[in-house]
């Protein structure tokens, strides 16, 4: 065989077998991307595209182990929500969860951990020093109380009671006990327009079905616009 035909032969051999082998690593990658994207969505609420809870928990406590004292613990819960649904439909209450849901991760940001934990309660786990607690808090309760607009033009007047907790404040970087703390001073804020922040009592509030009894002090900021 003339030397450069065989030269030529070899190549194209050589070819064939790059292309062989490569056929199972691009499988593998497009497989990969498609089961990052099954266990994606497997993480987050469908309609709100928060986490669900076991994705929020696992975040939440990466994030108070990492961040120390610098972490809140924020609850959030939708004023009047069975009103909406009676008055204006299913699917106006399901507009007003997304807008929440999209309102949430506006304000957390991308490094936080937002996420519905069921129905219309949501609780946000993020960094967020002492110093900036009060304008954070207040800007949250300003963009949940803004309007909703659904697709057909009609406006939903909305609210969400806000409670928060801090471990300096809580005396715990406990993730449940810090929940529980907060989900009481939303509680003692309910309906007033403001984000009620959890004092040290609060970590030993006796609950009842997971909801406070009594009424410790706290700290009330972020009257709504």
């Known amino acids: 065989m003339d030397p450069g035909l065989r030269a030529q032969a070899r190549i194209r051999q050589r070819a064939l077998l790059l292309t062989t082998a490569a056929l199972p690593v691009t499988g593998w990658a497009v497989h990969a991307v498609a089961l990052h994207k099954q266990l994606?969505?497997?993480r987050k609420d469908p309609l709100t595209g928060l986490l669900r809870r076991d994705?929020?928990?696992a975040r939440a406590r990466r994030l108070l182990a990492r961040h120390g004292d610098d972490v809140a613990v924020v609850m959030v819960d939708a004023d009047h929500f069975k009103q909406i649904n009676d008055t204006a439909g299913h699917p106006a209450g399901d507009a007003v969860l997304a807008a929440f849901g999209a309102r949430l991760t506006a304000w957390a940001g991308p490094r936080a951990s937002a996420g519905r934990l069921g129905g219309d309660e949501f609780a946000v786990v993020l960094e967020l020093p002492a110093a900036r607690l009060e304008q954070?808090?207040?800007?949250?309760?300003?963009m949940l109380h803004a309007p909703v607009v659904l697709e057909d033009g009609r406006t939903v007047d909305v609210a969400a009671s806000v409670g928060a907790a801090t471990p300096a404040a809580v005396g715990s970087r406990d993730l449940s006990m810090l929940q529980r703390a907060a989900d009481a001073a939303l509680y003692d804020g309910k309906h007033t327009g403001r984000a009620v922040v959890a004092s040290p009592a609060y970590a030993t509030v006796p609950s009842i079905n997971g909801r406070r009894a009594g009424r410790p002090g706290a700290g009330v900021w972020g009257r709504a616009a």
């Open 55 to 57: 994705a929020y928990t």
């Open 136 to 142: 954070r808090l207040g800007q949250l309760v300003r």
């Open 40 to 42: 994606a969505a497997t």
